[in-house]
């Protein structure tokens, strides 16, 4: 997979205070494999190859970016691919599912789970009982972050990233952030928007960085993990039709809706410069809105 020029793009400024606000199109990098998921999948897909697997096995959920894009670069590598699922209700609706039709369609095996169950994805028995199931396998975890996934996030900041003041990035399994903490400047704050609720996460990232210019900026989880809310969906619209820059609703929604808020509040100093990377997720966004449109609520505007 080859991937496409990331670029910086203008966002939005408080001109008073003299803050400019620029995004990393990370979603830009690959049609299918787009932002962190190219970046956590380039070394472990080497690391597979290395060991002459021929099978990956990860985790995910309904909607989950990581089983698309795992499906996808397994299909493209020549790899069969395996998704354990949480949910499952879901073995019945697949084709009624963007995400897990599209992983489907690219070759990947399923195996539905129970939510308690699938508490289990990393227990040392769980797992074993998998590969006596499904035979040998790469193992890549839920959300694919691990040593090789840190490693490749770290090459999502360059040299053209060090006039930045402040690095942003949403936060599910804390791989992401930790790449980019260990290859941001000590003297620029990284800050974290975590898409799930808990105080987890701190020890999750320190068990990859011993950097200390970071911090987790919590209250902005719209009600959890996965849940979007019709105030949530009114700004992600109007950034749209403001930026013409799509933001996925689990994640860069949520962040992107805290940085604003947080120059509201007066948390950046003047004459910042801040960063916002963009970790892709798009893909979830059809899913989402089929919800949506059940529920009568507002659904997302996109560019298709």
């Known amino acids: 997979m080859i991937p496409l020029k990331v670029k910086n793009q203008f966002a939005f400024s408080d001109k008073e205070r003299n803050i400019d606000v620029y995004i990393k199109r990370e979603d830009l990098i690959h049609p299918f494999v787009s932002g962190n998921k190219f970046r956590k999948l380039k070394y472990n897909l080497a690391e597979a190859k290395k060991q002459n697997c021929t099978t990956l096995l990860t985790f995910g959920g309904a909607f989950s970016n990581h089983i698309a894009a795992v499906a996808f670069a397994g299909k493209f590598e020549g790899l069969k691919t395996i998704g354990i699922i949480r949910g499952d209700e879901l073995a019945e609706k697949i084709n009624d599912n963007p995400t897990l039709k599209f992983a489907s369609e690219n070759g990947m095996q399923f195996e539905f789970v129970s939510r308690d169950i699938y508490r289990n994805k990393t ?54 952030i930790a790449g980019i903490i260990k290859s941001s400047l000590s003297n620029q704050q990284v800050l974290g928007f975590p898409a799930l609720k808990g105080d987890f996460l701190q020890n999750e990232i320190r068990n990859f960085v011993s950097e200390t210019n970071w911090q987790l900026v919590n209250g902005f989880e719209f009600g959890g993990y996965g849940k979007v809310t019709p105030e949530l969906i009114t700004f992600m619209n109007d950034f749209y039709a403001e930026t013409q820059i799509l933001l996925d609703p689990i994640y860069t929604a949520k962040m992107v809706f805290g940085v604003r808020s947080l120059i509201k509040d007066g948390f950046f100093a003047d004459n910042s410069r801040i960063l916002m990377i963009h970790t892709g997720g798009i893909q979830g966004i059809a899913g989402i809105n089929n919800l949506l449109e059940k529920k009568k609520l507002p659904k997302i505007n996109r560019n298709d």
């Open 123 to 176: 227990d040392k028995a769980f797992l074993l009982s998998l590969k006596e199931k499904f035979g040998d396998f790469y193992l890549i975890p839920e959300g694919g972050t691990n040593e090789l996934a840190v490693k490749g996030c770290t090459e999502i900041l360059t040299e053209e990233d060090k006039k930045f003041n402040y690095i942003v990035s949403a936060v599910g399994t804390g791989g992401t």
